[in-house]
């Protein structure tokens, strides 16, 4: 059986190095001896030098963000080949707060999961729709995969996973309520499904999928055995190390 995956998505959190590197490494204490999932850790950009030396053996790097061009004049951008010159093998793409707050489309999202394969990292696509109405879940699925994933190359296909956002359900969206491991299996039997339209069954069944939206230690587990997916995507229980220690365990 495949490891579950979990990632330990930090947003712009915390605010010093020191607090990261307590952070990454009182989780990393307390999962080391059992872990059997694989966890990755994405924290800002600004960490990722300093924290890199410090992932424990089993344990793993990730970005939150890259642009599309290796290098050249994009101010502020952060490119695939650098995330890759400092050890990071997983890179977020497409969270449901950068289309909220910085516009990105589906079209430039496409474009960043084509550079993040193209430059051996793997990309953690999200994907989800913004309101709480079981009709509008399937459209937006589907529309976005099929932009996000125009033309990317089929043999880095096992490079991907796909994670399954409910915006609605996401801890800091207002009035978020929470996704049931129910109809969350039905999206994800749905994404799945998509898959094997797009890449025919032998590819696209080997694409994890993972859910994001206010997991926590208590809920954890019942995504992983009842709703079937194949990881987590943890925000704010990622922040507290002994909440994340015992999310982490509770999947094992
Ligand atoms: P949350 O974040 O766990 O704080 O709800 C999840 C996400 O960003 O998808």
């Known amino acids: 059986m495949n490891k579950k995956i979990i990632v330990a998505n930090w947003k712009m959190n915390p605010q010093t190095l020191t607090e990261a590197k307590t952070l990454l490494c009182s989780s990393q204490s307390g999962l080391a001896k059992s872990v059997q999932a694989k966890v990755i850790f994405c924290p800002p950009f600004v960490f990722l030098n300093s924290l890199r030396s410090l992932i424990a053996e089993g344990f793993y790097l990730g970005a939150q963000n890259l642009f599309y061009e290796n290098r050249g004049a994009f101010t502020g951008e952060i490119s695939p080949l650098m995330l890759k010159n400092l050890s990071c093998e997983y890179v977020i793409i497409g969270h449901s707060e950068r289309k909220k707050y910085l516009t990105e489309t589906d079209e430039l999202i496409n474009k960043k999961v084509i550079a993040g394969l193209k430059a051996g990292l793997k990309p953690i696509l999200c994907i989800g729709e913004a309101q709480k109405q079981a009709e509008g879940m399937t459209d937006t699925l589907k529309k976005q995969l099929q932009i996000n994933l125009v033309n990317i190359p089929e043999r880095k296909l096992k490079n991907l996973i796909i994670t399954y956002e ?87």
């Open 166 to 252: 409910p915006v609605w359900a996401i801890s800091t969206t207002e009035n978020s309520q929470p996704c049931q491991p129910d109809d969350a299996l039905v999206a994800k039997l749905f994404i799945r499904k998509l898959l094997f339209n797009f890449f025919g069954r032998r590819r696209a069944e080997r694409v994890p999928i993972l859910y994001g939206g206010s997991v926590d230690s208590i809920i954890a587990a019942d995504y992983i055995n009842q709703a079937q997916f194949d990881g987590l995507l943890v925000g704010g229980a990622s922040l507290k190390a002994g909440e994340f220690i015992k999310l982490v365990k509770s999947i094992d």
